[in-house]
């Protein structure tokens, strides 16, 4: 049965489209919406048209299920263009999120009615990709080429009133929608000629006046753009507008549209949707299993690393109780928190009422039994084996039984936290990263004895906060930190060998990181982990700490920087490097930037692999979301899985092994890697 279906309600065709779960404009749809049209044109008793749809949302957009498949008529741009060239008026009626193809199909109706609460976007961007049915070229006739430009260029939404303000939207209506969509037919139904949006020229007549107004947008935005090919596209193709008759502009917006397709980066960007998506599903758990109740969080440490977890739950709504062990540190963590928050109202992110009726929601203590009647509490003490099974044994006696009791660690066992309580099947590792409030990834970790209900709830508590998790299994630093190490020890020896911090950086940075390994050391500080005796030198490290070299908090690091926080290559960092090469007795000689990927991102693939191999992430594609969210892996690379596909698993053996005597004694390359190279499969399939 078609998931378009049309019925009559007086003289206007109502046209349904029933496609679950997002009505995305798959071919039936395609092809449903055409037949729809020739219908209305053919029944002299039709006098408008209303195009509506049931379930969450009106289209969200083409089916990219269908991309990469052979093409099947009728094409988005053909279905569009019969919509707008029906000789009676047809009225979108849109409810939900109008996305992509989805606004295309809106904007090629003649008249748009949205209740208030619809989201119009084109973010095809996300995706490697252009508006390519025409909305390049509608939407900056209809909404203004500045609007245009940030909408397509960024991919981010509008509301239902701004587009109203803007004319993208007719009428804003409240209550139903149907209802309302039809009246409104009814009352244009005589309007000739039909306002089409491919014959308006209204607004892009007074963009034309400001013909600076591309590279100002270029110029703006160039940091967010960098390295991502779909952003330049976008803005291409809305210049053609400006400068070109709708029929032209509508053939540069295909031919830049199938030069995104056919690249790598719309690959990488499309796999990526569905990678994220997929990390949400745990093998093994059936749908049966109903998440636990969380309605009241305890936080143990009210540090960076707490606050941060902290407002995650507050932001939510969801209170939260957070011990410290001192007053003054308690206080110190509650003010960190407000002054967080304040800096986001400052910025009008927030209002000041809702600073307060997130603070309102904390309820600071210094005492443990204060967790009691918490349904989840997360431990984000100091990271040491013992100070941790401490706490976890005293929480084992307090909190009640059926609560989930998690510990922020970022590399410790969490099997053997979990064996200090007598209730293990209720123990659960929550790897926040720092910033907590900011970064979206939330590993969780699954222990050996964790419950599948227990894991059901961190997943669906992790949407509840927003944040993206991934399930890993319990191994040295997990997932990400875990491929970390191969990178960080590979970018040291690197330094020994003759690299320098600045060209390890900027490989990094060139490959589209948003910093290299010792950039973010300096960020970071390079005292995470120190063993805090300036007496004991063992290494390039110890050398600079004992130096309080720590980082840009301290103004020298790896870098050395100005009072504006501005690095420059360090001198002293030299020195110290020719210092522990020559006691190394290492001999100093070039080393090419090839070199520095294949020793520092293949070993993180082939780390990758091995994590694959052992079980410790559930598919290559959660590997990628870890790294993207968590480190800033560029997204149009897809993540270290899928761009050694993309570089080639042969590529990436050969470059280990003629590598391998530098890699030390401890680099084990991964079989699973080995044989997918052999037998030509892809790690991230
Ligand atoms: C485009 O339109 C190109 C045109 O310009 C030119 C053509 C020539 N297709 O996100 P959710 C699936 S490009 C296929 O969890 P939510 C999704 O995988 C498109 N499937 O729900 C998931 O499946 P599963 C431009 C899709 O409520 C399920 O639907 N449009 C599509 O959190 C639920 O998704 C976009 O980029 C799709 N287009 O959010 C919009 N969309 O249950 C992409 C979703 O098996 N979509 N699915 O895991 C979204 O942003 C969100 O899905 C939306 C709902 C906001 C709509």
Same mark, same amino acid.
């Given at each position: 049965?078609?998931?378009?279906?049309?019925?009559?309600?007086?003289?206007?065709?109502?046209?349904?489209?029933?496609?679950?779960? #997002?009505?995305?404009?798959?071919?039936?749809?395609?092809?449903?919406?055409?037949?729809?049209?020739? =219908?209305?044109?053919?029944?002299?008793?039709?006098?408008?048209?209303?195009?509506?749809?049931?379930?969450?949302?009106?289209?969200?957009?083409?089916? $990219?299920?269908?991309?990469?498949?052979?093409?099947?008529?009728?094409? &988005?741009?053909?279905? #569009?263009?019969?919509?707008?060239?029906?000789?009676?008026?047809?009225?979108?009626?849109?409810?939900?999120?109008?996305? *992509?193809?989805?606004?295309?199909?809106?904007?090629?109706?003649?008249?748009?009615?949205? @209740?208030?609460?619809?989201?119009?976007?084109?973010?095809? @961007?996300?995706?490697?990709?252009?508006?390519?049915?025409?909305?390049?070229?509608?939407?900056?006739?209809?909404?203004?080429?500045?609007?245009?430009?940030?909408?397509?260029?960024?991919?981010?939404? $509008?509301?239902?009133?701004?587009?109203?303000?803007?004319?993208?939207?007719?009428?804003?209506?409240? %209550?139903?929608?149907?209802?309302?969509?039809?009246?409104?037919?009814?009352?244009?139904?005589?309007?000739?000629?039909?306002? /089409?949006?491919?014959?308006?020229?209204?607004?892009?007549?007074?963009?034309?006046?400001?013909?600076? &107004?591309?590279?100002? +947008?270029?110029?703006?935005?160039?940091?967010?753009?960098?390295?991502?090919?779909?952003?330049?596209?976008?803005?291409?193709?809305?210049?053609?507008?400006?400068?070109?008759?709708?029929?032209?502009?509508?053939?540069?917006?295909?031919?830049? +549209?199938?030069?995104?397709?056919?690249?790598?980066?719309?690959?990488?960007?499309?796999?990526?949707?569905?990678? =994220?998506?997929?990390?949400? /599903?745990?093998?093994?758990?059936?749908?049966?299993?109903?998440?636990?109740? $969380?309605?009241?969080?305890? #936080? $143990?440490?009210?540090?960076?690393?707490?606050?941060?977890?902290?407002?995650?739950?507050?932001?939510?709504?969801?209170?939260?109780?957070?011990?410290?062990?001192?007053?003054?540190?308690?206080?110190?963590?509650?003010?960190?928190?407000?002054?967080?928050?304040?800096?986001?109202?400052?910025?009008?992110?927030?209002?000041?009422?809702?600073?307060?009726?997130?603070?309102?929601?904390?309820?600071?203590?210094?005492?443990?039994?204060?967790?009691?009647?918490?349904?989840?509490?997360?431990?984000?003490?100091?990271?040491?084996?013992?100070?941790?099974?401490?706490?976890?044994?005293?929480?084992? %006696?307090?909190?009640?039984? *059926?609560?989930?009791?998690?510990?922020?660690?970022? !590399?410790?066992?969490?099997?053997?936290?979990?064996?200090?309580?007598?209730?293990?099947?209720? @123990?659960?590792?929550?790897?926040?990263?720092?910033?907590?409030?900011?970064?979206?990834?939330?590993?969780?970790?699954?222990?050996?004895?964790?419950?599948?209900?227990?894991?059901?709830?961190?997943?669906?508590?992790?949407?509840?906060?927003?944040?993206?998790?991934?399930?890993?299994?319990?191994? !040295? %630093?997990?997932?990400?930190?875990?491929?970390?190490?191969?990178?960080?020890?590979?970018?040291?020896?690197?330094?020994?060998?003759?690299?320098?911090?600045?060209?390890?950086?900027? #490989?990094?940075?060139?490959? %589209?990181?948003?910093?290299?390994? +010792?950039?973010?050391?300096?960020?970071?500080? @390079?005292?995470?982990?120190?063993?805090?005796?300036?007496?004991?030198?063992?290494?390039?490290?110890?050398?600079?700490?004992?130096?309080?070299?720590?980082?840009?908090?301290?103004?020298?690091?790896?870098?050395?920087?100005?009072?504006?926080?501005?690095?420059?290559?360090?001198?002293?960092?030299?020195?110290?490097?020719?210092?522990?090469?020559?006691?190394?007795?290492?001999?100093?000689?070039?080393?090419?930037?090839?070199?520095?990927?294949?020793?520092?991102?293949?070993?993180?693939?082939?780390?990758?692999?091995?994590?694959?191999?052992?079980?410790?992430?559930?598919?290559?594609?959660?590997?990628?979301?870890?790294?993207?969210?968590?480190?800033?892996?560029?997204?149009?690379?897809?993540?270290?899985?899928?761009?050694?596909?993309?570089?080639?698993?042969?590529?990436?053996?050969?470059?280990?092994?003629?590598?391998?005597?530098?890699?030390?004694?401890?680099?084990?390359?991964?079989?699973?890697?080995?044989?997918?190279?052999?037998?030509?499969? /892809?790690?991230?399939?």
């Amino acid at each position: 049965m078609s998931p378009i279906t049309t019925r009559r309600h007086g003289d206007v065709l109502i046209v349904t489209s029933n496609n679950p779960p #997002v009505n995305a404009l798959g071919i039936a749809v395609r092809e449903g919406l055409v037949k729809a049209i020739e =219908e209305a044109d053919g029944d002299d008793a039709v006098k408008a048209v209303v195009i509506r749809c049931d379930g969450n949302t009106f289209f969200a957009g083409a089916d $990219i299920t269908e991309f990469g498949k052979p093409m099947q008529m009728p094409m &988005l741009p053909q279905v #569009v263009d019969r919509i707008e060239a029906c000789t009676k008026p047809v009225v979108a009626a849109i409810h939900g999120t109008a996305l *992509g193809g989805g606004l295309e199909v809106a904007l090629s109706c003649h008249y748009r009615v949205a @209740v208030p609460d619809a989201k119009l976007g084109v973010p095809e @961007v996300k995706l490697g990709l252009l508006p390519g049915a025409g909305g390049t070229q509608r939407l900056p006739r209809v909404a203004g080429v500045e609007t245009a430009l940030e909408m397509a260029a960024t991919g981010n939404p $509008i509301g239902a009133k701004r587009a109203a303000e803007i004319g993208l939207v007719d009428r804003i209506v409240e %209550g139903d929608l149907e209802q309302h969509a039809v009246a409104f037919a009814e009352e244009v139904r005589e309007i000739r000629p039909l306002p /089409k949006a491919s014959e308006r020229d209204d607004k892009l007549a007074a963009a034309r006046a400001n013909p600076g &107004l591309f590279d100002d +947008f270029r110029k703006a935005n160039a940091r967010k753009m960098k390295g991502f090919d779909a952003p330049e596209a976008n803005i291409k193709a809305i210049e053609a507008a400006l400068s070109k008759p709708y029929a032209e502009g509508v053939q540069d917006e295909r031919r830049l +549209f199938m030069e995104l397709m056919s690249g790598t980066q719309a690959r990488a960007q499309q796999y990526f949707f569905f990678a =994220e998506r997929k990390a949400s /599903k745990i093998e093994g758990v059936g749908e049966d299993v109903r998440p636990r109740d $969380i309605r009241k969080v305890g #936080v $143990i440490g009210a540090g960076t690393m707490g606050g941060g977890i902290s407002m995650n739950f507050l932001s939510a709504g969801i209170p939260v109780t957070i011990v410290e062990t001192a007053q003054d540190a308690l206080d110190r963590g509650t003010a960190l928190i407000r002054k967080n928050y304040e800096a986001t109202a400052a910025k009008g992110r927030m209002t000041a009422d809702q600073v307060e009726k997130a603070m309102g929601l904390l309820t600071p203590s210094l005492s443990l039994d204060d967790l009691a009647d918490c349904d989840l509490v997360i431990e984000a003490v100091f990271e040491n084996m013992e100070v941790k099974k401490e706490v976890f044994g005293k929480l084992d %006696g307090i909190v009640k039984q *059926g609560a989930i009791l998690a510990s922020n660690t970022s !590399y410790l066992n969490v099997d053997e936290i979990a064996a200090s309580t007598g209730r293990p099947q209720d @123990v659960v590792g929550l790897h926040f990263f720092s910033p907590a409030n900011v970064m979206k990834l939330l590993e969780v970790v699954r222990g050996a004895k964790t419950a599948d209900d227990v894991l059901v709830t961190a997943m669906a508590l992790a949407k509840r906060i927003r944040k993206v998790a991934v399930v890993a299994g319990v191994c !040295y %630093g997990f997932i990400g930190n875990r491929m970390l190490i191969p990178r960080q020890t590979q970018a040291m020896n690197l330094l020994l060998e003759g690299a320098t911090p600045e060209q390890i950086d900027r #490989v990094h940075v060139e490959f %589209g990181m948003p910093m290299g390994p +010792f950039q973010m050391a300096d960020l970071a500080g @390079v005292d995470i982990g120190w063993h805090r005796d300036p007496n004991r030198i063992e290494n390039i490290r110890d050398k600079l700490c004992a130096m309080d070299r720590w980082g840009q908090k301290k103004g020298a690091g790896f870098y050395d920087y100005d009072d504006k926080r501005r690095p420059s290559p360090s001198p002293v960092v030299a020195d110290v490097i020719e210092e522990f090469r020559a006691k190394a007795g290492v001999e100093k000689r070039d080393i090419s930037d090839q070199e520095i990927i294949e020793r520092t991102l293949y070993t993180m693939v082939n780390e990758g692999a091995l994590i694959l191999e052992g079980g410790f992430a559930q598919r290559a594609s959660d590997i990628d979301v870890v790294w993207v969210y968590g480190y800033g892996w560029p997204v149009y690379r897809g993540g270290p899985m899928f761009w050694a596909d993309t570089e080639g698993l042969p590529k990436i053996v050969e470059g280990l092994k003629r590598q391998q005597d530098r890699l030390g004694a401890d680099f084990k390359l991964s079989d699973l890697l080995v044989k997918k190279a052999e037998a030509g499969e /892809k790690l991230s399939r």
